[in-house]
């Protein structure tokens, strides 16, 4: 085991590493569903690595093989079409989709891989829970856990 700043070593495992739980995300999610459609108005609340809030109404189909999902967001001034997550791996997506900011403007392609594991050099696991309030309104929340592991040698 490697010493500590001041010479003596670890008395335990549990000294050699911290898990850092912080809540990342508060969504707040109301749906309906019209005529072969849903729509969906999602207050969103970030919390690390910044403050953040968006707001996004959100029109999917209902059909079991969709394959797209249109996204306005009022505040940026944004919409997007997006595909829906496709499977690369157990724990690697994929999602693209083209969008256009009226605000600036602008048009282009965007795309996304996503995974439950690591984020910006950072050893990191995400997660999301969603709990249903009622029948058309959704909680969801997201925690991260940043973690360091110790250095072993031998």
């Known amino acids: ?84 997550k496709i499977a690369l791996t157990n724990f690697l997506n994929l999602q693209v989709g083209v969008g256009h900011n009226f605000r600036m403007n602008t048009t282009g392609w965007k795309w996304k891989l996503t995974t439950c594991f690591g984020g910006d050099g950072i050893s990191r696991i995400r997660n999301k829970t969603s709990l249903g309030v009622c029948p058309g309104v959704d909680l969801r929340f997201g925690w991260r856990a940043d973690y360091v592991l110790p250095e072993v040698t031998g």
Do not use: C, T
């Open 1 to 84: 085991m490697d010493r500590n700043s001041n010479g003596e070593e670890p008395s335990s495992w549990e000294e050699l590493y911290s898990i850092n739980l912080i809540p990342s995300e508060l969504f707040l999610k109301f749906r309906k569903d019209l005529q072969g459609l849903r729509v969906g108005l999602n207050l969103e609340l970030y919390n690390a690595p910044i403050n953040d809030y968006q707001a996004k109404i959100v029109l999917k189909h209902l059909a079991p093989d969709r394959r797209l999902k249109f996204i306005y967001e009022p505040i940026r001034q944004d919409v997007r079409i997006l595909s829906k």
